[in-house]
Nanobody, 118 residues
Framework: QVQLVESGGGLVQAGGSLRLSCATA????????MGWYRQAPGKQRELAAS???????NYANSVKGRFTISRGNAKNTVYLQMNSLKPEDTAVYYC????????????WGQGTQVTVSS
């Protein structure tokens, strides 16, 4: 059974930084597409950033210039460096992955809470 496990969330003041990590267990496949989604209270889940095995990266406009997504050397790992955090970045952040590069993700983590205080 494939499991994505996020870590690195927490409480930070506005202007601060956090680094989210996502590790995968139970997968024998290489995930060609990995990403971070987020869901704020009362809002729909949205893409924050995604990255392909070929290095193509996509960011939400709201995080461009502040967040950086990267893939680790270990198989099927992905990170999200979040700088200059704003209160509106407060959300549950989910790691997601897929064997193929499509508009949807097949595998999801349980989520990690990020709270930015003003």
């Amino acid at each position: 059974q494939v499991q994505l496990v996020e870590s690195g969330g927490g409480l930070v003041q506005a202007g601060g930084s956090l680094r989210l990590s996502c590790a995968t267990a139970g997968s024998i496949f290489d995930f060609k597409h990995m990403g971070w989604y987020r869901q704020a209270p009362g809002k729909q889940r949205e893409l924050a950033a995604s990255i392909t095995s070929g290095g193509s990266i996509n960011y939400a406009n709201s995080v461009k210039g502040r967040f950086t997504i990267s893939r680790g050397n270990a198989k099927n790992t992905v990170y999200l460096q979040m700088n200059s955090l704003k209160p509106e970045d407060t959300a549950v952040y989910y790691c997601a992955a897929d064997r193929f590069i499509t508009t949807t993700m097949q595998y999801w983590g349980q989520g990690t809470q990020v709270t930015v205080s003003s």
